[in-house]
């Protein structure tokens, strides 16, 4: 609902700064293309180092997002729905992630991986995970997971618990009501969630840094990459990159409001 | 039968106490009670959405407290009906039998015969969301009934709606009930909605059952003060009695009755009549002065300053003003009598 507009001092300096956020934005990323130029921008984005990248961003923050939802949707749920011991403390550790700096992550990561159940599945099923893209998928899955069962729970917390209360009347189990009821109509929710959560998965690069580093072409998704070229003084590989990055965030919010304003989870 | 024994259930701010409860196969029960009486919540234990803390619930001889919602065969309709949205009015229907996994054409045969008995076959293939609250419910109730439920819970199916749909659809859901021969327990806020529905009523205040009976039977003998305030009886006196008479302010009204020393007086407005004839000076015939007199739709709401103050009903059309005399009577047998202690 808006207010009824109106003229006056108030609102023009309300608007005014809005616009003035705006601009930096556009500023931003139109001096830094005008940097760039019309011919390097065609350069660059014909090189199959970009494109690879990109695929390697998208690809490892697609499987993560899909480990996280996997983990997110039942966690979700749990603290949305289910008294069980402990539940504010869960939730409390559960959030630790999205408030301590993705960096301890990555620093914790490196000092689990050599202990079980890593050195088991390295050593039964030969899939070492650490400086390779299993680590990438490791770190955007830790970094993400409690972050998608927090976005859930907002979801199913916009579901009254009556609908599930009527299911049971019916004769439903809870796993048919979770099917047939609660999660069709979590549906938007956990796609705006999904589409965060993604988002937040391939703009990850501190906790990279620390647990797995860089190799060329296996490791570096598009934010690690732009530090790495940055460092080496490429700035038009990190200008470029820079660009498909922000199309990439426009991207996913446009879809994100579009699909979560139906949703209310956003 | 539904049999509720000493029923009692703890949510935090809210415990419902001590609730005894009868009803019997295909009777229509109405739980009354304002708001935050535990209506709703009694309703939910009985669903199974709770545990109860202790007491049993026995459905056909049968213990069903244990049980979860899904076991219990009770059917359940809540105030917003709840009508799952991401299915169509056919789908929302044949929801509890897909549950019970009978076969399809089975499905198709129960939903078709129950759709046509709602007479909702044009919106069947509609989604939930584009409905009217009168086909909101009868979807729900569909969606409630196909499921041969051995009692039917429905909280507040009517406050959605407005007054004319209100009052047709009460009709329509008494209707229904004695056509399925089913048990419904319908929680509402209004005995005049209790009415229109019920066999019987239960009064229910503060997380307990106060008074059971017909509407007929707990408007003529509430059980105390709360009782007779809920029922609108506005004659409310506090008295003395001697057992054959009571004194209420400075008006002594005969009425035999077991009580000696303060007791609780209530009176229907109905109850009292105005005598046209002045000479008639019978037991319990007094005369005042009109205070106030407002046209309702069906009769006329007298105030009279008799000490104390009357409040009567006045049937016919007359026109009363105030400061007219006039003079009424009481029949004693419509005297109510209760204990203070009781109150």
């Known amino acids: 609902m808006a207010l009824r507009s109106r003229g006056g001092w108030w609102p023009a300096l309300c608007i005014g700064i809005t616009a003035s956020i705006l601009a930096v934005y556009i500023l931003l990323v139109t001096s830094n293309w005008i940097y760039l130029g019309w011919h390097d921008t065609l350069y660059f984005f014909s090189k199959s180092r970009m494109w690879e990248r990109f695929w390697l961003t998208v690809w490892t923050a697609t499987v993560s997002t899909s480990f996280s939802l996997f983990i997110g949707i039942p966690a979700g749920y749990a603290l949305s729905r289910f008294r069980f011991p402990c539940r504010y403390l869960f939730a409390s550790i559960i ?4 408030v301590v700096s993705p960096a301890v992550v990555g620093a914790f990561l490196f000092g689990i991986t050599t202990r079980f159940p890593f050195d088991w599945i390295s050593e039964y099923y030969g899939i070492y995970i650490g400086r390779n893209v299993y680590g990438v998928l490791l770190v955007q899955f830790t970094v993400t997971a409690a972050f998608c069962a927090r976005l859930m729970k907002a979801s199913f917390d916009m579901i009254p618990v009556r609908f599930e209360a009527v299911s049971h009347s019916l004769g439903a189990s809870p796993l048919r009501t979770f099917f047939k009821v609660v999660l069709p109509m979590a549906k938007n929710g956990i796609i705006a969630s999904m589409i965060v959560v993604w988002a937040r998965a391939a703009a990850e690069w501190e906790g990279l840094m620390l647990f797995v580093g860089a190799t060329e072409g296996k490791t570096d998704i598009m934010p690690f990459a732009i530090y790495l070229d940055w460092n080496g003084g490429m700035m038009g590989w990190v200008t470029s990159m820079s660009i498909v990055c922000i199309l990439m965030a426009v991207s996913a919010i446009s879809a994100m409001k579009l699909i979560g304003g139906r949703s209310n989870v956003w | 039968m539904i049999e509720i024994a000493n029923l009692n259930g703890n949510l935090g701010e809210f415990h419902l106490r001590d609730i005894n409860l009868k009803v019997n196969k295909g009777e229509y029960l109405a739980i009354l009670g304002p708001t935050g009486a ?14 109860s803390d202790k007491g049993n619930i026995l459905v056909d001889g049968e213990d069903i407290t244990p049980l979860y919602p899904e076991e219990r065969n009770i059917g359940y309709v809540p105030q917003d009906y709840a009508l799952f949205p991401n299915l169509t009015v056919k789908k929302n229907i044949a929801y509890g ?3 019970r996994r009978m076969p399809p054409e089975q499905i198709n045969s129960i939903v078709s015969e129950m759709i046509s008995r709602l007479k909702i076959e044009y919106i069947q293939h509609r989604m939930p969301l584009n409905l009217s609250g009168g086909e909101k419910q009868r979807v729900a109730l569909g969606r409630a009934l196909t499921t041969e439920p051995k009692l039917l819970l429905l909280d507040e199916p009517l406050s959605a709606l407005d007054e004319n749909l209100r009052m047709e659809m009460a009709r329509k859901l008494r209707q229904l009930q004695r056509d399925v021969n089913g048990t419904f327990i319908h929680v509402c806020h209004s005995f005049e909605e209790a009415s229109d529905v019920a066999d019987r009523i239960a009064l229910m205040n503060d997380g307990t059952i106060i008074q059971t009976g017909t ?6 003998a509430p059980k105390n003060e709360f009782v007779a305030r809920f029922m609108k009886s506005q004659n409310i ?7 054959s008479t009571v004194k209420i302010g400075k ?5 035999k009755n077991p009580f000696k020393g303060d007791v609780l007086v209530v009176i229907r407005p109905e109850n009292i009549a105005i005598v046209e004839n002045e000479n008639n000076k019978g037991q319990n015939v007094f005369s005042g002065k009109v205070e106030n007199a407002k046209r309702k739709p069906y009769f006329t709401e007298i105030a009279v300053d008799i ?21 009424i009577s009481i029949p004693p047998e419509k005297i109510v009598v209760i204990e203070k202690s009781d109150s």
């Open chain 1, 95 to 98: 959030d630790l992630p999205i």
């Open chain 2, 38 to 51: 535990g209506k709703t919540v009694l309703v939910e234990y009985i669903a199974g959405i709770y545990k």
């Open chain 2, 97 to 99: 039998l897909e549950a």
């Open chain 2, 215 to 220: 509407l007929k039977e707990v408007m003529e």
């Open chain 2, 237 to 243: 006196f506090y008295g003395l009695s001697d057992g």
């Open chain 2, 251 to 255: 008006t002594v009204l005969f009425r």
């Open chain 2, 307 to 327: 000490n104390p103050p009357f409040v009567i009903y006045s049937p016919t059309e007359k026109k009363y003003n105030k400061g007219d005399n006039i003079i």
